[in-house]
């Protein structure tokens, strides 16, 4: 079964987002925003394992941290690629984006405490 979300944002053409890009967008566009909040949970609440592949896959398809990005959250160079990434999709990657909807949410003037 295909998930509903998975196309409601196509790919975006320049490749996949830095967490810094996805920021922006997702505050620019709440419904980005939603549309990515709603994937990420599509990829820990899936059924299938086909349908968790397919969320982990248009995640992939929109969110890359960028090497300076890592150089920052000091995670290794491979982290997003390879068997690192289908790991660490699960978990950290999608803490990032959960992290990243959850900040676009908030108002200029709004702190999260």
Same mark, same amino acid.
């Given at each position: 079964m295909a998930l509903e979300? @998975?196309? @409601?944002?196509p790919a975006p053409e320049g490749g =996949?987002?830095? *967490?810094? &890009?996805i *920021?922006? &967008?997702a505050t620019r566009d709440p419904a980005y925003a939603s549309f990515l909040r709603d994937t990420v949970r599509d990829a820990r609440t899936a059924v299938t394992v086909e349908d968790q592949q397919e969320a982990l896959q248009t995640l992939g398809a929109h969110f890359a941290l960028s090497g300076e990005e890592l150089t920052l959250l000091n995670l290794p160079a491979n982290f997003m690629t390879g068997s690192c990434r289908i790991c660490t999709q699960t978990r950290p990657t999608l803490y990032l984006l959960d992290f990243a909807t959850a900040f676009a949410r908030l108002s200029p003037g &709004? @702190? =999260?405490q």
């Open positions: 979300n @998975s196309s @409601s944002y =996949a987002r830095s *967490l810094k &890009e *920021l922006e &967008e &709004e @702190s =999260a």
